[in-house]
T-cell receptor, first 113, second 112 residues
Framework: NAGVTQTPKFQVLKTGQSMTLQCAQD?????MYWYRQDPGMGLRLIYY???????DKGEVPNGYNVSRLNKREFSLRLESAAPSQTSVYFC????????????FGPGTRLTVL | KQEVTQIPAALSVPEGENLVLNCSFT??????LQWFRQDPGKGLTSLLL?????REQTSGRLNASLDKSSGRSTLYIAASQPGDSATYLC???????????FGQGTTLQVKP
């Protein structure tokens, strides 16, 4: 099993460009999450999906959209990238209930110029 | 709103020392608490998961304790090794959606 995979690993964008970060998990998990990690701020939740077909906002959703394409895949889209969105983005997944362990992908390092 | 604080922010110790990393959180209504390890430029690796009903969990040289009522968790590392050098993050899980709230981490350096 690959666990949680993310593409791309690195990306450089210009202000105003759009892109989609991809995440997939092969563990048959119900819930999936997108976090961003910034120096001095720790990891913060952007959006999450408790099950296929549902999505909800986290702590810092502005400037982002998400799609839970199916049970395996959860994508994060930046419609018009801004320098403030320069960050490392992590996808995570969780099996079953909130009592279980959350697993993280390797991250996407995004720079917006 | 849940707030998580990790002390110290950074720690440098000689190899072989036993050490304790501290995590405090403001909202005791948690489902569980996870400790993660993060190497520079890498993702998060789960070390230990403690359920809200548990007092501690052990994995090898690692032992994590949880005092939910006082909003505290500690990660004890026995006989530290240079390979333990990394940033350690604690994250209590609140609500029934599995959302984690992260502290800013403790960066550990173990010197040979």
């Amino acid at each position: 099993n690959a666990g949680v995979t993310q593409t791309p690993k690195f990306q450089v964008l210009k202000t105003g460009q759009s892109m989609t970060l991809q995440c997939a998990q092969d563990m048959n998990h119900n819930s999936m999450y997108w976090y961003r990690q910034d120096p001095g701020m720790g990891l913060r939740l952007i959006y999450y999906s408790a099950s296929e077909g549902t999505t909800d906002k986290g702590e810092v959703p502005n400037g982002y959209n998400v799609s839970r394409l199916n049970k395996r895949e959860f994508s994060l889209r930046l419609e018009s990238a801004a320098p403030s969105q320069t960050s490392v983005y992590f996808c995570a997944s969780l099996a079953g209930t909130s009592y279980n362990e959350q697993f993280f992908g390797p991250g996407t390092r995004l720079t917006v110029l | 709103k849940q707030e998580v604080t990790q002390i110290p922010a950074a720690l440098s110790v000689p190899e072989g020392e036993n050490l304790v990393l501290n995590c405090s959180f403001t909202d005791s209504a948690i489902y569980n608490l996870q400790w993660f390890r993060q190497d520079p430029g890498k993702g998060l690796t789960s070390l230990l998961l403690i359920q809200s009903s548990q007092r501690e969990q052990t994995s090898g040289r690692l032992n994590a304790s949880l005092d939910k009522s006082s909003g505290r968790s500690t990660l004890y590392i026995a006989a530290s090794q240079p390979g333990d050098s990394a940033t350690y993050l604690c994250a209590p899980g609140s609500g029934n959606t599995g959302k984690l709230i992260f502290g800013q981490g403790t960066t550990l350096q173990v010197k040979p």
